[in-house]
């Protein structure tokens, strides 16, 4: 089973050196990264939970970074992703904290996607990633329906941790349509993102 924003708990998959191997493989013969469009309005969510955790917001701009998919790299995107999957129980925020709205850590267990997105971001910023790298991203998914990921721009391409999906998918490979994400310069500012598939909705500010 699959879970999206507060839907049911998925299965979660096990990395294993072969297969992190293979996927880098396959990237090296094919970086692929989203087209950056203009300056967009950042998500509602993240202006709040800004507002609520000043600190985790207060930076400076700097000059983007990628990460460098080594196999080991690439282990960390899986196991990251396989444990918050695992381990985070789905709840929408209207039932968690009886708002429609709300960005936060899952610390007490319980969260939607972008609450998914903000710990997996963490955690691989608490490892060592840089921040410039880890980018919580807007898109619509397969049911026209606004969803949040982290995605990694890495100098193989740009991948996507999930919580609707069991594996870290190459961005085009997900099936979705990709609206916005952060500056890698400042997590502040949030740019428009051109995806060359046919739109025909555009995705709430969230």
């Known amino acids: 089973m699959k879970k999206g924003c507060g839907g049911t708990i998925s299965a979660v998959i096990a990395a ?3 297969g992190a191997v293979s996927v880098q493989a396959a990237a ?3 970086p692929i990264y989203a087209s950056i469009g203009p300056t967009a309005r950042a998500p509602i969510g993240w202006v709040a939970f800004c507002a609520d955790n000043p600190r985790e917001c207060a930076v400076r701009a700097t000059t983007p970074r990628d990460v460098v998919l080594t196999t080991r790299a690439w282990r960390d995107l899986v196991e990251v992703n396989r444990w918050v999957n695992e381990t985070i129980r789905p709840m ?3 039932e968690h904290w009886g708002v429609v709205e709300k960005w936060s850590y899952p610390d007490d267990g319980y969260g939607d996607c972008e609450d998914y997105v903000l710990l997996k971001r963490r955690m691989l910023m608490d490892a060592g990633w840089p921040r410039e790298a880890l980018l919580v991203t807007v898109v619509r998914d397969h049911k026209d329906e606004g969803h949040a990921v982290l995605t990694v ?5 740009e991948y996507v941790l999930d ?3 069991e594996e870290v998918l190459p961005w085009m490979e997900t099936g979705y349509r990709f609206v916005k994400r952060q500056s890698q310069s400042d997590p502040n500012t949030w740019v428009a993102l051109g995806d060359p598939r046919p739109a025909t909705a555009t995705a709430a500010a969230k």
Do not use: I, P, S
Request: glycine share 6%.
């Open 163 to 165: 919580n609707q999906v």
């Open 16 to 18: 294993v050196a072969f």
């Open 28 to 30: 090296l013969e094919r």
């Open 92 to 94: 929408t925020d209207l």
């Open 153 to 157: 721009k890495t100098d193989k391409g």
